[in-house]
């Protein structure tokens, strides 16, 4: 049993949880993840460790409600259990000097990416961030990416906010104005992290990304996470979640995170309208 | 001598046709006047070739006498002085290959049915709440952790706590057991009896500390500095690929993913459970082992129409258990003998529609002294599916491997340990079942518990490696 310490809402249907899990806030490096199971019946989902407290043994973890599993999630108030926290798992990122890296973050992927630029910055690379949303008010961890970055660009799809267009739009532009970029890493929506690979290639920019293929063990047992890098199979939660943009195939991963629409839509109808019964049918 | 009935007594089944529309378990058990009945067909041997033939030398003509003489209770104790996990050994032990074969009957007739016996057995000591708790040694102060909590570990477990040490079980998963839980199907191993046996391991004093994976949430080196000790049971539990155009196909499980889905994640109960699997019409299983066999029942189970079990050799050389062959057989299952598979087609949105095999042939006896299937030129064929399950194997659980430095790991991933010790070449570090031998069987995964639980002890008195 794991109790949640605390929980926000950062904007409509992204939260941040706090948990109280000691084993795992002292061993987590950036770019790991937990897995979460809920209740007896739950699902076991996969998410990235934002940030810790080490001292007092708090993991950080912000999620997009999209599903049933996530929404169940997001209806928790501090004081309440999941039944199991798992992690941390996977390989930690690569933080080392580059000298100029571009971090990119999409949507919930900021918060993904925090960790990773805050180390990056803090031995002494050049941090230059792009992160956007859809809207404005998706917009989430400004600040905190900001204090990590030498330089902060934003993007939303609309131009409510920042410039108007993508972060490959902006990656472009930094690109071409001719700026020596030594390392990218890219952490957001698969279509995106496809798109900053594919903008980084023809420059031969070594470009990271991190793959959210679905899961269930998390410890390499069950070969559902399998993607194909390189021509070769890997299994994202142990040999991952970080690879070579320019070597995934992106389309089968697109493909596979697929499998379950059908399934998905039946377990959020069900929850929603049992959701509604207990709170008086509103 | 009286004379001797040729057959077992028969063990009641659930009809195959309710069978595949339920996940409850298969055969039934003895009643109390069969097994009477089937211990009174033992010869009590004086020189019994069963026992030899037992991995861990349970001592069973004695214990069929207890039974031959309604003395149930003494029977149980008996089993249990070497094998503390009965109720699944009498279920899912290859009794065939093992104490059934050397049993004297068995030249001229059918084995006493040893393994029906042990279960019996089992599962009357339970039923009428008789398990008891064998008195605890004094502590000695060490402290023992293992990793991995199958039947390799909990055995292990079980026998340091009763020597008197404390241990620490640290499981990956959210449930203890290892394959028992995740893997061999309710119907074949009702998960309320390894439950049950798992709680016995608790009361002998062991800890289980569930979610927690070593390597990550802490390495062997880090728990070496808490512990006197560790065990490293982390089984066989990475799955095998052909390596075959399409692989990446929705709908193409590996078995470990779709066992893990049903049995732990109980996705056959979507939506009650969160967890989905893919209900296929005609799925079809490849390889011709017991996690195959499950798999194909299994499917029949979520509603399959047609499973097929696509097989490179005979059924002769297929490494399932008789009894599951049979048992599958029974249900429905369609066997594709002597046929490879060479690639798949999907669908345009990704889905797999289609096997691609070829037809086999079997040639000279290869290493394994089974004869070799040999490609039949242009003799390529489709099968129409959707939903494949690969079930071709898996190799030791690389984690540890690759993160305690110390230890020597042979060429397919396997700790290397001494198969009289269980000593890996890590000071305080012992090593048994599948993750040393490759996958294997429960008995021989308890067996090398066991002798790493004697050198363990011998260890932690004497600190002499
Ligand atoms: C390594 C990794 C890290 C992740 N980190 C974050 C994070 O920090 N914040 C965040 O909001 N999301 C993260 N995700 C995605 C998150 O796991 C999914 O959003 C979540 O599982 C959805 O579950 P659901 O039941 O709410 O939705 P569902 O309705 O079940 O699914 C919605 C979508 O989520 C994906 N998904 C479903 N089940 C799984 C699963 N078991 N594993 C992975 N993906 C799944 C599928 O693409 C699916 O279409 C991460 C995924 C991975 C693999
Ligand atoms: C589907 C299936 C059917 C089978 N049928 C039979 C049968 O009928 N009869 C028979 O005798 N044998 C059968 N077997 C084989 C038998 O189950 C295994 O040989 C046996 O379970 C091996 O025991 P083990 O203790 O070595 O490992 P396992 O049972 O594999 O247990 C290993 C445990 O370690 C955990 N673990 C792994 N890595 C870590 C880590 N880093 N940290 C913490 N925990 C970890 C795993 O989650 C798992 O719970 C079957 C196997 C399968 C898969
Ligand atoms: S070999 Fe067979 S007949 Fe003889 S003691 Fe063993 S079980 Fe009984
Ligand atoms: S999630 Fe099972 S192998 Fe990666």
Known sequence: MFKILSTKALAPNIKCFEFEAPYIAQKAQPGQFVVVRINETGERIPLTIADTKKDQGVVIIVFQEVGKTTKLLGTLKAGDYVLDLLGPLGKPSEIKYYGTVVCIGGGVGTPEIYPIARALKEIG?????????????????????????????????????????????????????GIKIDKVFAVGPVIMMKAVSETTRPYNIPTVVSLNPI???????????????????????????????????????????????????????????????????? | MAKVSEKKVPMREQDPKARIKNFQEVPFGYTEEEAVLEAKRCLQCKKPGCVKGCPVEIDIPAFIARIAERDFKNAIKIIKKKNVLPAICGRVCPQEDQCEKECVLAKKMEPVAIGRLERFAADWEAENNLVEIPPKQPSTGKRVAVVGSGPAGLVFAGDLAQLGHEVVIFEALHKPGGVLIYGIPEFRLPKAIVEREIEYVKQLGVKIITSFVVGQTKTVDELLQEFDAVFIGTGAGLPWFMNIPGEHLN?????NEYLVRTNLMKAYLFPEYDTPIVRGRRVAVIGGGNVAMDAARTALRLGAETSTIVYRRSRKEMPAREEEIVHAEEEGVRFEFLTLPVR???????????????????????????????????????????????????????????????????????????????????????AGGDIVTGAATVILAMGAGRIAARACDEYLKTNIW
């Open chain 1, 125 to 177: 690379n050049k941090v230059v961030t792009i992160i956007g949303a859809r809207t404005k008010e998706l917009l989430i961890m400004v600040e905190e990416m900001r204090s990590v970055s030498d330089e902060l660009y934003i993007t939303t799809d609309d131009g409510s906010y920042g410039t108007k267009g993508l972060v490959t739009d902006e990656l472009k532009r930094l690109i071409s104005q």
């Open chain 2, 251 to 255: 709908g193409i499980y590996s078995a």
């Open chain 2, 344 to 430: 798949y087609y999907g669908t345009e949105d990704g889905w797999v529609k289609e096997i691609e095999c070829v037809r086999m042939e079997l040639g000279e006896p290869d290493a394994s002294g089974r004869r070799r299937p040999i490609v039949i030129p242009n003799s390529e064929f489709r099968i129409p599916v959707d939903t494949v399950v690969v079930a071709i194997g898996q190799s030791p659980n690389p984690l540890i491997p690759k993160t305690t430095p110390g230890l020597e790991i042979g060429k397919h991933g396997n700790i290397m340990a001494d198969e009289k010790t269980g000593k890996t070449t890590k000071k305080g570090v012992f």
């Open chain 1, 215 to 282: 899961m269930l063990d998390a410890t390499g047992m069950c070969g559902v996470c399998r993607v194909e890098v390189g021509g070769e199979t890997k299994f994202a939660c142990v040999d991952g979640p970080e690879f070579d943009g320019h070597q995934v195939n992106f389309d089968t991963l697109m493909m596979r995170l697929k499998t379950y629409l059908k399934e998905e839509r039946v377990s959020l109808e069900l929850f929603e309208k049992q959701s509604h019964k207990c709170c008086g049918g509103q």
